[in-house]
């Protein structure tokens, strides 16, 4: 039982990471409808930024995951200004092919810039354990876990408490609707695609630490974050956060009492099994934020 019990706190941790992912993600494509291929790449980009602030500029952990946050955000931003903005409406197929671009330009630019080998980021948390009640917890893990509930707090403050917040939902609810009482689109959609951007780069910094940093290792992550949106509901978030602790604790108990390459084909079997069930997912509904 104690050892279950460590599986269910290690996939929790897992699954926070993976909702700070998938709800930017829901969020672009709640405000925008579209797919957005590259927010792997993003990802990736945080963690590149933050192993550059930190392994060669001395920059300490906790600035430089701000500074890449925030410029993974700005990235973002100007992707939408200077591409995503002359996205149309039901233009789908263009925007999957345009976002699989940005994300191969992203890794490739990359890949030239610092390299395409591994690298390993250590911070004073790196291979530091805490016991909390009899189960130990690995210390960067948590703080990404702590910083992960901290931004979706945030967001969710944002998206109910101020108007540029409730722009973006009437924006995604009604479009026309949102038009004639005033709201702007390209405002609030660049507004939602740099912040659900910077979300995906904040889980790359948080997690820099723990896992190996390159060029390719967005791909892995979006497979799985596309997986637990359709599970959650295709622009839902609170069924991507859902989701994504779902998904986690599952990864979690089946690698700990199976093996790693069932772990890995868990989010697609969970996937399957639930749209057969709900075909629009746990809270696939028509109103998406």
């Known amino acids: 039982m104690e050892f279950f019990i460590q599986l269910v706190i290690n996939g929790l941790m897992l699954g926070m990471v993976y909702a700070l992912i998938a709800i930017g993600l829901s969020l672009i494509f709640g405000v925008l409808e579209i797919v957005n291929f590259a927010h792997g790449h993003f990802y990736m980009l945080g963690a590149t930024v933050l192993a550059a602030l930190v392994t060669s500029a001395g920059i300490g952990f906790f600035p430089s995951l701000v500074i890449a946050t925030v410029a993974v955000g700005v990235v973002g ?6 591409l995503l903005r002359h996205f149309r409406e039901g233009e789908f197929d263009r925007g999957i092919i345009l ?3 940005i994300g191969m330009v992203l890794q490739n630019g990359v890949a030239y810039l610092f390299g395409s080998s591994s690298r390993m980021v250590d911070t004073s948390l790196s291979f530091v354990s805490w016991d909390v ?22 967001l969710y403050a944002v998206l109910t408490f101020t108007r540029i917040g409730k722009a973006m939902r009437a924006f995604a609810q009604n479009r026309e609707a949102a038009f004639i009482v005033g709201i702007r689109p390209a405002v609030i959609a660049g507004i939602a695609v740099a912040i659900g951007i910077a979300l995906a780069g904040l889980a790359g910094a948080a997690l820099a630490p723990v896992f190996a940093v390159h060029p390719a290792m967005g791909a892995p992550i979006l497979f799985k974050v596309f997986a ?35 772990q890995d084909a868990v989010a697609f079997m969970l996937m399957i099994v639930v749209l057969l069930a709900f075909p629009a997912g746990l809270f696939g509904k028509g109103i998406r934020v």
Do not use: N
């Open 77 to 82: 931003y100007l992707v939408y200004v200077v």
């Open 99 to 101: 976002t699989i671009g």
């Open 133 to 154: 009640a009899g189960f130990f917890v690995d210390a960067q893990r948590t703080v990404a876990v702590l910083v992960g509930a901290v931004a979706i707090a945030a």
């Open 228 to 262: 637990i949106i359709i599970i959650g509901g295709l622009g839902s978030l609170p069924g991507a956060l859902v989701a994504s602790l779902l998904i986690g604790v599952t990864e979690s108990v089946v690698g700990g009492y199976s093996s790693v390459a069932l």
